[in-house]
C-alpha cells in the first residue's frame, strides 16, 4: 500500500481544514496516510513515504515559513527523493490572493531534489496546448483570404469568443464582481471545442 505524509502549516485552522479533507480523500482510495503539523514534522521523514503533500497558507503569494524550512533542510539528503509524488494545496483569505504563484512556488521549489510532473504542471502543460490551439485558430481567421470554408470560420470563431466571454468573467471574480466558481463553469467542454474545432481546421486546411 502506497504511504502519503501531509505537512501542513496552519495558523488559523484553515489550512488544517483542507489537509483533513486530503487526507480523507486519499483513505478513500486506499492510501496510507500520515497527517502532520509542521512542527512536529522533522525533514528527514520525507524519506519514508511514497508521496508528500504540502499545504500552506499564502503569505503575499509565498509558502510560509515553517514549510520553506523544511524545504531548505531537504538539502541534507540531496537526491534522495528522486521518484516521489508531490502535491501541494494552499488557502487564502480571497480569490486573489496569490493561492495559484504559492502552489506553483511550491511544487517548482528550487531545491536540491527537484520536481517530478504533479497536477499542477500537467495543468501548465495543458494550457500550453490551449494557448497553441486558440493561436493557430486565430491565425487562420485573421489570413486574407481564410483558407476555412465559410460555416467552419463563423464556427471558430464563436467558439474562440465564447471562451474570451468567459475569461472576462474570470477576471471579474477575481476582483469581486461575479460570484462564478470557474472550476463549474464548463471550462472542460469549452477547451473540448477548441481542440476540436483546431482539429477541423487543421483538416479542412490540409485538403487544400
Partial sequence: MAK???????QTGNTEKMSEMVEKGLKSAGVDVVRKKTGD?????LLD???IVIGTPCYYGLMSADIKKILDESVGFHGKLEGKVGAAFCSSA???GGNKGCTTNQLFYP?????VPTLRYQLIRENILECEARIFLEKLLVA????????LAAKCQEILDERT????????QATGDVNI????SGWAERAGKLFAAAGEAARAVAKK
Fill in 94 to 96: 480571497n480569490v486573489g
Fill in 144 to 151: 486574407k483570404p481564410c483558407p476555412l470554408p465559410p460555416a
Fill in 181 to 184: 466558481s470557474w472550476a463549474y
Fill in 4 to 10: 502519503v505524509l501531509i505537512i501542513y502549516s496552519s
Fill in 49 to 51: 513515504y511514497d508521496g
Fill in 111 to 115: 531545491g536540491p531534489n527537484g520536481a
Fill in 41 to 45: 514534522t522533522d525533514a528527514s521523514e
Fill in 165 to 172: 466571454r468567459w475569461h472576462r468573467v474570470g477576471f471579474n
